[in-house]
């Protein structure tokens, strides 16, 4: 919308708490209207002077960048490479917690003093009920790509930025963090929604290659058969039961599935197949695409493959049961390499999805009770 009207928006509800009469939602747009809202119920001063404190540091911040070191690890090659694209444009690429703190960030230096004046950096949160309308915490609400510019932000402070995000989500749903792009207003541009989503969208698809270890079978889907092996491809991956473990935000949309359904709907129960057809055609024609209707009948087109925990380990890391010595020796000796091929964010992702069940963890892993437990004693 003009820069005027929203000035003028501004002034008469944020300053004066006197909305316009008519068309406020339309003028905003709904993403920000419902955003000022909130903020303006959490008792929000658009026009505060002072920042908010809501910063962490020393052994707290520390804390915090170690819990999400495997996401720090995973985005850090993207968000450097982004920043070798913009590098000169001036900005800054900034990556949150689940939470909307900020562990990591890369960026022009000209650029980062004028962010920090507004505590864009490490360490604060980005939360609505703390920084008001912004991407990364908007973002975080409504579960979408969000783009805030210029005075839509809600704290007058703010309103020289630009900036763009979007959730990064883990296959099992849940939000893993958030990148976001954030330059000065007057370098705004509206491809940068396009390249965050982009740039989001690899990164979950390195996350599900790093949980493929916890399905029996992973299912590439597109509604082509070019489109197979594409950035455009969704993944699935069910265990032996046939339930839905992990997919991504593409399969949901392919199969229209809901987040919820992640973790309890079976694939036999959306697709017109059985489970034993699907793991027939991973054993005997893994590189075959196939294709095959919804229960909606929607035609898709996909290929199944065996993981390679299932393939390979599926029947070996059983508890023993009454072996001699020698077998539980080599069966312990096993396990113990396979354990080594799992990464720390495997193995961490499984214990918090099982709320630090470790026996439910070591059969999601597909190892024995006792030699995770001795893994984390060790």
């Not at 960026?107 to 004028?114: Q, R, T």
């Not at 079978?217 to 594409?230: M, Q, R, T």
């Not at 087109?301 to 072996?323: I, M, R, T, V, W």
Request: some cysteine; aromatic content about 6%.
């Amino acid at each position: 919308m003009k820069v005027s009207n929203l000035r003028d928006i501004r002034r008469s509800w944020l300053l004066h708490g006197d909305p316009p009469a008519n068309g406020l939602e339309a003028q905003l747009g709904l993403t920000v209207y419902r955003s000022w809202q909130r903020c303006l119920q959490s008792g929000l001063d658009a026009y505060q002077k002072q920042l908010p404190d809501n910063i962490l540091s020393g052994q707290v911040l520390q804390t915090r960048i170690e819990q999400r070191h495997d996401l720090i690890a995973l985005a850090k090659p993207t968000m450097n490479y982004l920043h070798g694209l913009m590098s000169g444009s001036g900005g800054v690429i900034v990556l949150s917690d689940h939470q909307g703190v900020i562990v990591h960030s890369v960026g022009d230096a000209e650029f980062i003093s004028k962010a920090d004046r507004v505590l864009l950096k490490t360490g604060a949160s980005w939360l609505e009920k703390h920084r008001g309308t912004n991407a990364i915490g908007t973002a975080l609400v409504d579960r979408v790509a969000v783009s805030v510019n210029g005075s839509e932000h809600f704290l007058e402070n703010n309103g020289f930025l630009s900036c763009t995000a979007a959730p990064i989500f883990e296959p099992d749903g849940k939000i893993s963090g958030v990148l976001n792009i954030s330059t000065d207003k007057s370098t705004h541009h509206p491809h940068t929604l396009g390249l965050v989503k982009a740039t989001v969208h690899s990164l979950e698809k390195q996350l599900f290659s790093a949980s493929e270890f916890q399905y029996a079978l992973v299912l590439k889907v597109h509604n082509s058969p070019e489109g197979l092996g594409s950035i455009g491809e969704g993944m699935i991956g069910i265990d032996e039961s046939g339930t839905v473990l992990g997919v991504d935000r593409v399969a949901l949309s392919l199969l229209e599935m809901n987040v919820l359904d992640i973790g309890v709907v079976k694939i036999q129960q959306i697709l017109d197949i059985s489970l034993n057809q699907l793991f027939d055609c991973a054993k005997k024609d893994s590189g075959k695409i196939h294709l095959i209707r919804t229960r909606c009948s929607k035609p898709l087109c996909f290929k199944a493959n065996l993981s390679q925990s299932y393939d390979g380990h599926s029947h070996e890391y059983q508890e023993p049961k009454g072996k001699d010595s020698s077998k539980n020796l080599a069966e312990d000796l096993i396990e113990t390499g396979a354990l080594k091929q799992l990464s720390r964010m495997a193995i961490q992702k499984t214990l918090e999805k099982t709320n630090g069940n470790i026996s439910l963890a070591a059969k999601l892993l597909r190892i024995s009770r006792n030699t995770l437990y001795r893994y984390l004693k060790s």
